[in-house]
Structure formats: structure tokens, C-alpha cells
């Protein structure tokens, strides 16, 4: 079983930065990809980002060189850095893994959840 717990959510003004944290417990972490998917009020929930155990970073092309994920398996932890955040960025923010280390797009594929973190960007 793997527990995750995001962090760093709140409310903030276009054009500033974010970083949001997920921390996971249980010994599998280092093998397991993770992701960030968001939800806005209303939408299906999109994928926004993923890491591989080795490294490997997957985003939509759509927030290429906005959006950064990075991991610390000493920590057991997982990070979204945002720059330039824009008011369509509004959503809930959620922490996703799975049971071995292929990342996927699709929020169906992964096995574990986090509770969400609110990110509200005004204009």
C-alpha cells in the first residue's frame, strides 16, 4: 500500500511560480512512476506531468517549458515546479503512482491517489 500526501497548493497571481510536493510513503517508491494530474471545476482530470524510477520526465506539449517534475528517493518524494502560472492552471493538483516504474497519461493507470491540493491562479 502507498500513501500520498501533496503539498504546497494555495492561491497566487499570474505569473508567479509554484512548487507542489508529494510525499509517499512505503518501500516501493523508488520503483514506482509517479505523475501530477489536475482537475479543474467541471473538466476531466488531466495529466500534467510524470517521472519515471530512472529519470525520465513525460508532459503534455502543452506545458512544456512551464512545468518541471523531479523526484528524491531519499525523501520519497516527488515535486512539480510551475513558472509563469496562468489562470487557466486553476485546479485541484493531484499525486498519482503506480505499482512499477512505466509512465502512462491516462489517470486510469495508475494505482494510488493523493487527496488533491488547490491551486487558484488570479488574473
Known amino acids: 500500500q502507498v500513501q500520498l500526501v501533496e503539498s504546497g497548493g494555495g492561491l497566487v497571481q499570474a505569473g508567479d511560480s509554484l512548487r507542489l510536493s508529494c510525499a509517499a510513503s512505503?518501500?516501493?517508491?523508488?520503483?514506482?512512476?509517479m505523475a501530477w494530474f489536475r482537475q479543474a471545476p467541471g473538466k476531466e482530470r488531466e495529466f500534467v506531468a510524470a517521472?519515471?524510477?530512472?529519470?525520465?520526465?513525460y508532459f503534455p506539449q502543452s506545458l512544456k517549458g512551464r512545468f518541471t517534475i523531479s523526484r528524491d528517493n531519499t525523501k520519497n518524494t516527488i515535486y512539480l515546479q510551475m513558472i509563469s502560472l496562468k489562470p487557466e492552471d486553476t485546479a485541484v493538483y493531484f499525486c498519482?503512482?503506480?505499482?512499477?516504474?512505466?509512465?502512462?497519461?491516462?489517470?486510469?493507470?495508475?494505482?494510488?491517489w493523493g487527496q488533491g491540493t488547490q491551486i487558484t491562479v488570479s488574473s
Open positions: 512505503g518501500r516501493t517508491f523508488i520503483y514506482s512512476a
Open positions: 517521472i519515471t524510477p530512472g529519470l525520465n520526465t
Open positions: 498519482a503512482a503506480r505499482q512499477d516504474g512505466r509512465a502512462k497519461v491516462r489517470a486510469d493507470d495508475y494505482d494510488y
